[in-house]
């Protein structure tokens, strides 16, 4: 597989997972407060980080960060922003 094959992949799968924390935040925020949502967000990220690992064999942080971590947190942000508006 291409390495930009990876990067597609990796960036859908955490702007899908971004996207489920952001949707569900709203609630935990509502129930537990905000440091279960960042608990809960972080351990989604490295569960993901996990299955890209096994996936794609990348090891390297810094690919991680850029085609994971970020899509993964802008997503989250966007999804939030928009469900507590609505």
């Known amino acids: 597989m291409s390495d930009y094959n990876e990067k597609i992949i990796?960036?859908?799968?955490?702007t899908c997972?971004?996207?489920g924390i952001g949707y569900i935040?709203?609630?935990?925020i509502?129930?537990?407060?905000?440091?279960m949502v960042a608990f809960v967000g972080a351990v989604i990220l490295i569960l993901m980080n996990q299955v890209?690992?096994?996936g794609l064999k990348k090891r390297d942080f810094s690919w991680w960060m850029g085609n994971g971590i970020w899509p993964y947190l802008a997503t989250w942000y966007m999804v939030w922003?928009?469900?507590?508006n609505v």
């Open 25 to 28: 935040s709203r609630d935990l």
């Open 17 to 19: 997972g971004g996207v």
């Open 81 to 84: 922003v928009i469900v507590i």
């Open 10 to 14: 990796s960036s859908l799968m955490h």
């Open 52 to 54: 890209v690992k096994f």
């Open 30 to 35: 509502a129930s537990y407060g905000g440091s």
